[in-house]
Every structure is written in C-alpha cells, then in structure tokens.
C-alpha cells in the first residue's frame, strides 16, 4: 500500500479547520472537518481524531479480537462524547462540531465509518463509487427521489448537515465494510473538494497518475481552480 495526505487552508478561508489523522501501523486513516460558521471547529475536529486514534491503538495493544466495524464505529462514539464534553466545558467553544470518515484497512477488508459530509471514494477499474453517504439535507432530498445527484451538487443548501460530532451527546455512527483488490485506489476527504469538483472528475484524476503525492497535488489544484472556498483535505491510497 501506498499512500500520500494534504490538508489545506484553501484561497478563501483564514483558519484551516480541517484536521487528517493517518496510522499506516493500524491501517487507520482519517480526516475530519470543523464546522464552519461554529465557534472552535479546528478545535473539534483536532480532538475528534486524537480520541479515536487513542482508542483504536489501546484497543490494538489489549490483544482483544477486533471487529473492524464495532471497533471504528465506538472510536467515533467516543470522539464524539469528547467533543461534546469539550465544548460544554469551555463558553467559547459551545457549538463546535466536526465531520469525520475514517477507515480501517485490516488484510482484505476494509471498513469505512462516518459523520456528515466528508466522503471516502473508491476507483476500481476506472468506475468511481462513493462507499458512504453524506448526513446531509441534499442527500435527503436526493435519497427521497426529490432531487438529482446532479442537481444536489450545485443545490444551495448542500452544506447543510443532518448529523454532525459533537452536537449531542450520542450521534449515529454509519458503518460499511468491502473487501479490498490490488489496484484499487481510495480517497479519503472533505467538502473542500468533494463539494466543487464532480465524482467523475475526481476519478479521473485518481488514475492520473501512479505516484499518490503528484494524485493529491493535482486534486488540490482542481479543487482551488474549480471555486473551492473551504479548507481542502484528503488521503490518498494505493492498494499495491
């Protein structure tokens, strides 16, 4: 496996509220977004990834028989408690949240859990697939036939959430596992560029090129020449 990261401010934004966590040693990779337009969301988003870090490594290190989905799924529960703590401690933090889409890569399986709008993508055989579904109010609309996917992209409200860490003391955690091929690449990432370039462009550039450093440094630059105006963070995985 081959993999490569970049977390960006982005052209627009002042503050990189964004936050990427990636433990090759654990075969966890994970970014998370603050929510913007909230009081500290650099601060949840940091704290988010640092408890399920500490999770999945003290639960690697007890010797227990893991359950891929079970053990990512209560990591993030246990972020989201520690956000949710957090920000009631704290006046100036009050309201903080985050996205977050994590993955844990054992053998064959891969499993993917998440909160919110940040994506994990698989190309396999040059077809892109999403492996999760956005927690937000144009999804809904999408999932209730009201609304395209191609409508949704460009919808004003897309940014919307339905589900976010941090907001209340227990959040529902959306698990899935796949099994994993050589050759298949993967992308971890935020609406910074998920919510300006289209799947199928993504795509293109995933297979662009055989290096992942020059794969998100392109993807970086489609974000930014597209109108991103948010923080742009990804991981970027090769499966050798």
Partial sequence: MRWSQITECGPVRRRNEDWVCACPDLGVFAVADGMGGHRAGNIASKL????????????AGAGRPVQPCLLLSE????????????????????????????????????????????????????GISKLTSDHSLVQELVDGGGITE??????????????????????????????????????????GLCGFVTPQRIGELMSSADDPDTVVHRLLQEAIASGSNDNITMIFLVVD
């Fill in 48 to 59: 988010a990834l640092e408890v399920l870090e500490e999770y999945i490594r003290s639960s």
């Fill in 150 to 191: 191609e409508e949704a992209f460009n919808h004003p409200r897309r940014n919307v959430l339905t589900r976010a860490l941090g907001i209340g003391p227990r959040v529902e955690v959306d698990s899935f596992e796949y099994n994993i091929v050589q050759g298949d690449r993967l992308l971890l990432c935020t609406d």
């Fill in 75 to 126: 990591g993030i529960l246990r972020a989201n408690e520690a956000v949710y703590r957090a920000a009631l401690a704290k006046e100036e933090w009050q309201g903080m949240g985050s996205t977050l889409n994590a993955c844990l890569l054992l053998g064959n399986t891969l499993t993917v859990a998440n909160v919110g709008d940040s994506r994990a993508l698989l190309l396999r055989n040059n």
